[in-house]
């Protein structure tokens, strides 16, 4: 039987924070298979597990009026007819060729939203960057290395003061850590090598079929669909014909759009293709492509509806990745 009252106030808030703590140190350590699109209400301890568990990175600047973006109208009717050409282009490309004893660098730069506080009443816009080498021999030991930087922004911003301050009391839960682990399988992540990859068919069609049998977990089928193939996407790690099929399946996806026509990621300029779930208020989910040669630049999501912390059309987090073949991995 309980004989003593509950903590309230202060002391509720003091026994409540090393539980927060401990949740956000967890977190951080693991990439997720659902990266986006899963947080819940701002102000959920949902919403701070999910989105401190992000853990890839672009030129972010917080809302839409800041991100340098061109034409920022929906264009449904040419979303299929991008992805087409996009298609066409990739499936001419060529992936590195990674010799013996060199390595594939995959570099994906972000800066994503993560929610503190007593009641998780501030967000900070957090950059971080996540390096993965991977060997040629596959099954040989991989090097990621992760480095997080301060917040550039804090929400609300009328209180972007009072959120600074509580920042610097809390501290900072993303980690800075070099790791090693054979066949992409590093301590805290999940396998780095999507392992399904080798079985998804390259056939356009025969590819959206089974993308939609796999697809699971989202508040809508469309949702898991484009969650599916766009965190597959962002690994960097998607060779060229199969990169082709996937926006050949994204083009017959329902409700699927041009959300916005020129974004700039990381000094590089795309059309963002995705969609907005009106099962989460309208929220904006794009991939970032060129369409002239099909390469895929990263990705951004935006807020759909204001909430107590954060306008309508804030990014919750932009990614940028790069790829290319390098002779050596940095030292611990």
């Known amino acids: 039987m309980?004989?003593?009252?509950?903590?309230?106030?202060?002391?509720?808030?003091?026994?409540?924070?090393?539980?927060?703590?401990?949740?956000?140190?967890?977190?951080?350590?693991?990439?997720?298979?659902?990266?986006?699109?899963?947080?819940?209400?701002?102000?959920?301890?949902?919403?701070?597990?999910?989105?401190?568990?992000?853990?890839?990175?672009?030129?972010?600047?917080?809302?839409?009026?800041?991100?340098?973006?061109?034409?920022?109208?929906?264009?449904?009717?040419?979303?299929?007819?991008?992805?087409?050409?996009?298609?066409?282009?990739?499936?001419?490309?060529?992936?590195?060729?990674?010799?013996?004893?060199?390595?594939?660098?995959?570099?994906?730069?972000?800066?994503?939203?993560?929610?503190?506080?007593?009641?998780?009443?501030?967000?900070?816009?957090?950059?971080?960057?996540?390096?993965?080498?991977?060997?040629?021999d596959v099954s040989a030991e991989w090097t990621l290395v992760r480095a997080s930087g301060e917040p550039t922004r804090f929400f609300p911003a009328a209180s972007a003061t009072e959120a600074a301050a509580e920042w610097k009391r809390e501290g900072s839960p993303y980690p800075t850590e070099t790791l090693h682990g054979a066949g992409g399988r590093f301590e805290g992540y999940s396998d780095w090598r999507p392992a399904h990859l080798t079985e998804m068919p390259r056939d356009p069609d025969e590819l959206y079929t089974w993308v939609s049998e796999h697809a699971t977990g989202s508040v809508s089928h469309e949702e898991a669909m484009t969650t599916l193939i766009s965190d597959d996407l962002a690994t960097g790690l998607v060779p060229a014909d199969l990169r082709s099929a996937m926006y050949e399946v994204l083009a017959k996806i329902p409700g699927t759009t041009i959300t916005h026509d020129a974004v700039t990621l990381d000094g590089r300029t795309g059309t963002a293709i995705g969609r907005e779930e009106p099962n989460r208020d309208g929220e904006h989910s794009e991939i970032v492509i060129d369409p002239d040669t099909g390469a895929y630049l990263g990705s951004r999501t935006l807020t759909g509806s204001a909430s107590r912390v954060l306008p309508k059309g804030t990014v919750l987090d932009s990614s940028a990745v790069t790829t290319s073949v390098v002779d050596s991995v940095p030292a611990d």
């Open 2 to 136: 309980i004989t003593a009252p509950p903590p309230e106030g202060a002391a509720l808030d003091e026994a409540i924070r090393p539980i927060r703590r401990a949740v956000l140190d967890r977190t951080v350590h693991r990439r997720r298979r659902r990266s986006r699109w899963t947080f819940g209400a701002v102000g959920s301890v949902a919403a701070v597990t999910a989105l401190a568990t992000v853990i890839v990175g672009g030129n972010l600047t917080g809302t839409t009026d800041r991100v340098p973006v061109v034409g920022s109208h929906p264009q449904a009717a040419t979303a299929a007819e991008v992805l087409h050409k996009a298609a066409d282009e990739t499936v001419l490309a060529s992936d590195p060729t990674v010799g013996p004893g060199q390595y594939l660098e995959v570099s994906t730069k972000r800066e994503s939203q993560g929610f503190f506080g007593d009641a998780n009443e501030y967000s900070a816009l957090v950059p971080y960057t996540v390096t993965v080498y991977r060997p040629a």
